[in-house]
């Protein structure tokens, strides 16, 4: 069974600094990776789909990189602001890509002002 | 990308009713997923609902506690029956934007607390 696992489960940073939020999974037969943005009592917004062919994903300041045979991902947030503050999930679809994701637990991300 | 509207969008509800939530798409799309979000956990799947044919429910998940209908390729439903405090949740509607990359789309979801 497909695992998910997001580290750290919170950051605080002051604006302005580049950081990056880690995903790792179990299986790496992986059909793609996807990560989200959630606002509080919000739903999922789509930031950035890597599908497995590929290496990156590159989306303004966000830059998500996939390394299959390790099992990991991270995404890159440069120049951040108080307006990413966040969680952010990653969520991986195994197999055909017929199913759903199944979801880490996510980086709840605060940027100080 | 897909347009998914829900509704309500939050609901206070008390314990042994039911409630149903509902999800319609901008575009018609073959499978629609039910996802729940319980306070403080992450995303977990509850069904998948194909047009046509019965849901596909995972391990943990009953079709007489969330029944699904999906009457068309646009819309779904999912009811939360006879609830308990533990069934206060987000409960999301997600679609498969593009076939060829899988990447999912969510509703804003729905927030069920139940006294």
């Known amino acids: 069974k497909q695992e998910v696992t997001q580290i750290p489960a919170a950051l605080s940073v002051p604006e302005g600094e580049n950081l990056v939020l880690n995903c790792s999974f179990t299986?790496?037969?992986?059909?793609?990776l996807q990560w989200f943005r959630q606002d509080p009592g919000k739903g999922l917004t789509s930031l950035l789909l890597i599908q497995s062919s590929q290496r990156e994903q590159t989306s303004g300041r966000l830059n998500a990189s996939l390394d299959k045979s390790s099992g990991r991902s991270t995404l890159y947030i440069a120049a951040s602001q108080p307006g990413d503050s966040a969680t952010y999930l990653c969520a991986v679809i195994s197999g055909g890509g017929a199913d759903g994701l199944t979801f880490g637990k996510g980086t709840h991300l605060i940027i100080q002002p | 990308s897909a347009v998914i509207s829900q509704k309500p969008s939050r609901d206070i509800c008390q314990r042994g009713t039911s409630l149903t939530i509902q999800c319609q798409v901008d575009s018609q799309v073959t499978m629609m997923f039910w996802y729940r979000q319980q306070p403080g956990q992450s995303l977990t799947l509850i069904a998948t609902a194909n047009q046509g044919s019965e849901a596909t429910y995972e391990s943990g998940f009953v079709i007489d506690k969330f029944p699904i209908s999906r009457p068309n390729l646009t819309f779904s439903t999912l009811t939360v029956s006879n609830m308990s405090p533990e069934d206060s949740s987000i409960y999301l509607c997600?679609?498969?934007?593009?076939?060829?990359?899988?990447?999912?789309?969510f509703g804003e979801g729905s927030r069920l607390t139940v006294l």
């Open positions: 997600s679609v498969r934007g593009h076939l060829n990359t899988g990447e999912l789309f």
């Open positions: 299986d790496s037969a992986i059909y793609n």
